[in-house]
């Protein structure tokens, strides 16, 4: 369809919010068959969804709030969709110090078997104890003494998960509009009429359902413009993460205890830096777009000083970023302990056309997430749909035996004037779909002229036509992480080629 064309039939679904649950659900709902439109005001993955510690992982510490169901799932999720995307999700071990732990070895020795064994754990290897002072693991700490375990989770690109969710969805039928804002919703027996707010001005659909997906806007499109009252509530936290020059030597991450028991990550990122987060703090404000602060600052900077042997002051943080987590209001006294499971609020009204709405949730379980909206959905579905995602590759995780090192290898084989950076960089983005950019290019020069960075023009010009970005940060900062590596002047340059 072309962005000046809007449909005008009933749509079976309008789904309101471009992060990771809207763009899940979009896929599972296309792939079934449904007629669906999803809007997102501003960019895919350009709030929370790009703002997480980038983790598929079971949530060790959400054992310790009781959170069994959501941490089962989420585990069985993992070596799930680490199958299905191989390319943006890969394995990481991680160092849990036990030398300045508030909680007792036992306990989280008692966790981790838990969480070996809880959701059917298959290729990640399990959890080991081993010496500080002996292993290479305990070199970079300021404190070697007594005993770490460690265990395994997986890295996600995250805001690239959000893109290749939302192209799936595309190429099974569904229609994705960025920049599209929803501004009023009235509701009849039969449908929703929606009118959005879009560069060439108004805009009205209809969809028989209507799909509330807006993450810390769920509470303003419930109420504000669907007008629907509702007990659910939703409790808006704040988390921001640092970035700074590379800490430590090695693969492996850190999963750090403070002394307030909260949990801080320190991970390999972009090859040259560390990531440090996250925080958790009350937010009252509107959700827009927050930023870190001296508080959240001075907490992330103390808690790599009580950690590690190099000093790392405010001055060595390269970037930082902030997102307001979403999460169902459980009337918890603390942030870190509010539940990150995620629940689901159909509303008929009286007897009128359905809008399911959803509070909470987590990256790791949007695929499970979509399945029980649909499953929810069910009644109010004219026709009978299956269940279909569970090990349907996402767009470029086709590779055989879900093997990236044996994929790169032959990448390098086809390419072989490439350099090898610039090979795996693509290779991560987009899988077993670079040869849509590489085509039959033999050097970088054939990729048009480069903006800076490795960032040619043959990826530009996909990244426009195929997965929906429109401006400069779409490219640099959410597509990609290039915005950490580009010189001077890249985002000038590639914002006047879009121009044109």
Request: aromatic share 10%; proline share 7%.
């Given at each position: 369809m072309d962005m000046n064309d809007w449909p005008t039939e009933m749509l079976d679904m309008l789904i309101v919010g471009g992060g990771i649950n809207g763009v899940g659900i979009a896929r599972d709902a296309a792939g079934r068959g449904l007629s669906v439109l999803l809007v997102e005001q501003d960019d895919l993955a350009s709030h929370t969804s790009s703002a997480s510690t980038k983790l598929i992982h079971g949530g060790l510490r959400y054992l310790e709030y009781g959170e069994i169901r959501l941490v089962r799932e989420a585990l069985i999720e993992r070596e799930?969709?680490?199958?299905?995307?191989?390319?943006?999700?890969?394995?990481?071990?991680?160092?849990?110090?036990?030398?300045?732990?508030?909680?007792?070895g036992w306990m989280v020795r008692l966790g981790l078997f838990l969480y070996d064994h809880l959701g059917?754990?298959?290729?990640?290897?399990?959890?080991?104890?081993?010496?500080?002072?002996?292993?290479?693991?305990?070199?970079?700490?300021?404190?070697?003494?007594?005993?770490?375990?460690?265990?395994s989770d997986c890295w996600v690109e995250d805001s690239r998960l959000v893109a290749l969710n939302a192209l799936d969805a595309a190429e099974r039928g569904a229609t994705i509009r960025t920049r599209t804002r929803l501004v009023a919703a009235k509701r009849t027996r039969d449908g929703w009429t929606a009118t959005l707010a879009t560069d060439n001005g108004p805009q009205t659909v209809r969809a028989r359902i209507l799909v509330n997906a807006a993450g810390p806007w769920v509470g303003n499109v419930l109420s504000g413009i669907a007008r629907v009252d509702s007990d659910r509530g939703v409790r808006l936290v704040k988390g921001s993460h640092i970035v700074v020059p590379r800490l430590y030597e090695g693969d492996h991450a850190y999963m750090l205890q403070n002394p307030d028991r909260r949990i801080v990550f320190a991970i390999p990122y972009e090859g040259d830096y560390t990531l440090i987060g996250t925080t958790d703090d009350p937010w009252e404000g509107p959700p827009g777009t927050p930023t870190i602060d001296a508080e959240e600052t001075r907490y992330l900077l103390d808690t790599i000083a009580?950690?590690?042997?190099?000093?790392?002051?405010?001055?060595?943080?390269?970037?930082?970023y902030s997102g307001i987590r979403p999460l169902y209001d459980d009337h918890a006294a603390n942030a870190s302990a509010v539940t990150r499971d995620y629940v689901l609020d159909v509303d008929t009204g009286d007897d009128?056309?359905?809008?399911?709405?959803?509070?909470?949730?987590?990256?790791?379980?949007?695929?499970?997430?979509?399945?029980?909206?649909?499953?929810?959905?069910?009644?109010?579905?004219?026709?009978?749909?299956?269940?279909?995602?569970?090990?349907?590759?996402?767009?470029?995780?086709?590779?055989p035996d879900a093997d990236f090192d044996a994929f790169l290898a032959t990448l390098t084989t086809r390419y072989p004037a490439m350099p090898r950076p610039l090979l795996r960089r693509l290779a991560r983005a987009y899988g077993t779909r670079v040869a849509a950019i590489l085509g039959t290019a033999r050097t970088p020069a054939d990729l048009g002229p480069d903006f800076g960075g490795g960032l040619h023009r043959a990826e530009v010009d996909h990244l426009v036509a195929h997965e929906f970005a429109r401006q400069v940060d779409d490219i640099l900062w959410r597509r990609s992480k290039l915005g950490l590596h580009v010189p001077p002047g890249t985002g000038e340059r590639v914002a006047a080629y879009l121009a044109k």
């Open positions: 799930r969709l680490w199958g299905m995307a191989p390319h943006i999700i890969w394995p990481l071990r991680f160092v849990l110090p036990q030398n300045q732990s508030p909680r007792s059917g754990r298959k290729k990640l290897p399990g959890t080991e104890t081993i010496a500080l002072k002996t292993d290479e693991a305990g070199t970079a700490l300021a404190d070697r003494d007594g005993r770490a375990f460690v265990y009580r950690y590690f042997s190099k000093s790392v002051a405010e001055a060595d943080i390269v970037w930082t009128q056309a359905p809008i399911l709405s959803i509070f909470g949730g987590k990256i790791t379980t949007y695929r499970k997430l979509a399945e029980h909206a649909l499953a929810e959905l069910a009644p109010h579905i004219k026709r009978k749909t299956a269940a279909w995602t569970a090990g349907a590759a996402l767009p470029g995780g086709d590779m």
